[in-house]
């Protein structure tokens, strides 16, 4: 695909701001905006709560599945689909067949809930993500944190945007594709035990990592859950797509057999990473099951271990090595 004719698709969860970011992108690259749950209005003569009320979700699923083949007919365009839209890997397929996909990854508590009709409670809103992380991962070309200010994200857009279709000194396809994930708790970073995690938020954590990734000229795309099976079809969905994982598994660390089965699964090198000193604290944090598939574990280093994760993992080594902040280790 030539780049001035490549769309440019936005995915993620209800209310996670596709409509807003897709119309300033729209403006600053000056292409038109289209939104498919506005053209399935147009074309039903219905708002969509209306569609969903009145006839149905299989009925809207329908409709959207025609909107998303009309949609990958056209060039140069910036679209924002729908929430479920990944819900039918037929969409996906036709979509990246003239577009470059992007998931607006936001917390939960920040998603806009008003006016949606499967997501209209935090309860509710909690269950679709646990139902659709997984594929907007494996849908998506690019993961973008839409944590901050709008033009961030814009800016994140348009800079991975030009890099795979502009820069041809230096692409992607030459760029060592890192994916960071981070398990529970991990987004209440600052709130949770400051006197142990440090006052940072998780909001600059991100940041840190986005600052070193450019730094270092990796790939790196992030993702935080606070469940298990979502951080279990995210180790699944990197296969093939990354070069490395850097891994905080935080509490799941000593419980989780299936993540490690799942690291086992995919054989991507893997950098184990903790905040804190966990060989210096309680009994029950002396095991790690998903150390047992990493080539190295980093803990005790705060922030500052993520460097050093993807600083490992850029170099190629593969040596199991343990990097902690004293000279003990894993019991």
Known sequence: MENSET???LIGMPGCGKSSIGHLLAQQMKRDFLDTDQLIEQKTQLPVAEIFAKHGEVF??????????ICSQLKGKVIATGGGMVLNAENIRQLKQTGRIYYLQRELQLLARKG????????????????????????????????GPLQQV??????????????????????????????PNINMLGIREPQIYGQQTYAQLLDFIRQCAAELQLDVDCYQSNHEGALVDTIQG???????????PAAYTHTSIAIL???????IPAVE?????????????????????????????????????MVFLKSG???????IDDAQNFK
Do not use: W
């Open 7 to 9: 769309n440019i698709v």
């Open 60 to 69: 809207f699923r329908a409709q959207e599945a025609e909107i998303a083949g």
């Open 116 to 147: 949606r009709p499967l997501s209209s409670s935090a309860n509710a809103l909690e269950k679709l993500f646990e139902q659709r992380a997984a594929l907007y991962l494996l849908a998506a070309d690019c993961v973008v944190d839409n944590q």
């Open 154 to 183: 814009v800016q994140a857009i348009l800079d991975d945007f030009t890099e795979v279709f502009f820069n041809n000194e230096k692409t992607r396809s030459g760029t060592k594709k890192i994916l960071v994930i981070n398990g």
């Open 238 to 248: 990197a296969l093939g797509k990354y070069d490395g994982i850097v891994i905080n």
């Open 261 to 267: 089965d799942a690291l086992k699964a995919v054989q």
């Open 273 to 309: 990473v903790h905040l804190s000193a966990v060989q210096q604290r309680e009994e029950f944090r002396q095991i790690s099951y998903a150390g047992m598939a990493c080539c190295k574990t980093i803990a005790g280093l705060g922030f500052q271990g993520y460097r050093e994760a």
């Open 317 to 323: 080594a593969s040596v199991p090595l343990v990097m």
